[in-house]
């Protein structure tokens, strides 16, 4: 077997044409496809970036609206907790001063019942002395002695009450 140069030139002007139709019809085509690809690809990590950085935002306002709230709530626990204890200190001072009115009217209307008992117990004294004189002495006190001897009397009883 010889090598035969007309061959092998036949075989390498062959294979030039069959590279260079291959690259013009196969290989530019998909240098193009692969090219296109990798320019999506890159667009969905770019849209996969900006949609964590739009997130990333949305949970910052996200936070922020909830401190905000928070705080908001916050300050309106403290403004009601005030206003319960401003209005229970002023129920406490309003039934304080209804129940010193209510003493003060009880008391009254104890030393007025009192003074009318003892107004009535002096009435009986005076009646009953005046009728234990009449029946001991036997005779009837002129109107200055009978006031002399109750009065003499009220006081012996008050001393002891």
Do not use: C
């Not at 291959?22 to 667009?43: D, G, H, N, V």
């Not at 319960?84 to 001072?93: D, F, V």
Request: charged share 30%; proline share 1%; hydrophobic share 45%.
């Amino acid at each position: 077997m010889e090598i035969q140069l007309s061959q092998i030139v036949f075989q390498l002007i062959n294979f030039s044409i069959v590279f260079g139709a291959l690259s013009y019809l196969l290989y530019k085509p998909i240098l193009k496809i692969f090219a296109e690809r990798s320019k999506r690809i890159e667009e969905g990590q770019k849209a996969a970036e900006a949609a964590l950085l739009e997130r990333e935002k949305v949970d910052q306002l996200k936070q922020k609206s909830q401190n905000a709230i928070e705080k908001e709530r916050a300050k309106i626990l403290a403004e009601a907790t005030k206003m319960a204890t401003i209005q229970k200190k002023e129920i406490i001072a309003e039934a304080r001063l209804g129940a010193e009115a209510e003493i003060a009217q009880i008391k009254q209307q104890w030393k007025d019942e009192q003074a009318r008992q003892i107004a009535e117990m002096q009435q009986s004294i005076v009646d009953l002395v005046i009728e234990t004189t009449a029946k001991v002495s036997g005779e009837q006190l002129s109107e200055k002695k009978h006031h002399q001897l109750i009065a003499d009397e009220i006081k012996s009883l008050s001393k002891v009450l």
